[in-house]
């Protein structure tokens, strides 16, 4: 089997401590090469220590939030209500003026603080693919740049199903990021549908690829044959597949 440039990235980090050092034993194992940080939550501070403290700092991207957990900016803050909780809609072609500046204030403060805890993100990607849309990604590219930031997830374009208007529409994304000047994988995909592929003997996809995963998460898939996504990525079967991988992180690419 060819060995293939892979990107496997946790997301969430920092979303709990029980997620948090999932991730950090994730990492140990060398079952994920990249992570992306929660910048908003209460457990940010938590996830940035272990990072300093297992030696992956400089494979952290930005988990851009919109949807958990309280603001940074006082931009967003204004549009958050008495609640004063992050729930913004999606957006996938327009979004007003003040909803605009509004996410790029928050993408804007999320990026300030992980740079403030020492970290130079490596690259950006959203929480519940809240970002997927073009009038929240132009801001979000432009706070990204601000930011030195010049990396960004595609959307899903391996392994989903969906009909032609949704495929067009994730192609018509996937080029905006490139003709934006951002640099992004060949493709993207969720680790389980794609561990199942080449455990049956599919042919591993050309080019670099990004497999996003969840430790911690439960599996609601009986044919990964594990509960959580921890168990998997720890598993004698999962390292069976890292190696016909070449893992490297965001900054590689």
Excluded at 74 to 85: F, H, I, N, R, V
Excluded at 185 to 205: E, I, N, Q, W
Aim: glycine share 10%.
């Amino acid at each position: 089997m060819s060995v293939s440039r892979t990107i496997i990235n946790a997301d969430d980090f920092g979303i709990s401590p029980e997620v948090s050092r999932d991730i950090a034993r994730c990492f140990q194992a060398g079952s994920i090469s990249s992570t992306t940080i929660m910048a908003n939550l209460p457990h940010f501070e938590h996830a940035c220590g272990l990072a300093r403290k297992n030696g992956f700092s400089d494979r952290i991207g930005v988990h851009l939030n919109l949807t958990h957990g309280q603001p940074l900016s006082a931009t967003m803050k204004d549009l958050c209500g008495e609640t004063g909780q992050l729930s913004m809609p999606e957006r996938r072609f327009w979004a007003s003026p003040e909803l605009s500046r509004a996410v790029y204030a928050e993408v804007s403060a999320q990026l300030c603080r992980v740079r403030e805890a020492g970290i130079v993100p490596t690259h950006i990607d959203s929480h519940e693919h809240i970002i997927n849309g073009f009038p929240y990604t132009r801001a979000a590219l432009r706070a990204a740049r601000e930011a030195g930031v010049r990396r960004v997830r595609l959307t899903r374009n391996a392994f989903f199903s969906g009909s032609p208007l949704k495929r067009l529409f994730k192609w018509s994304y996937n080029q905006y990021l490139r003709v934006a000047g951002m640099r992004t994988t060949r493709y993207f995909t969720d680790v389980k549908p794609y561990f199942l592929h080449v455990g049956a003997g599919g042919k591993p996809l050309p080019g670099t690829l990004e497999l996003m995963c969840h430790p911690g998460a439960r599996i609601g898939n009986p044919e990964v044959g594990f509960p959580s996504e921890t168990e998997l990525l720890l598993s004698e079967g999962f390292g069976e597949f890292l190696k016909g991988l070449h893992l490297v992180s965001y900054s590689e690419v």
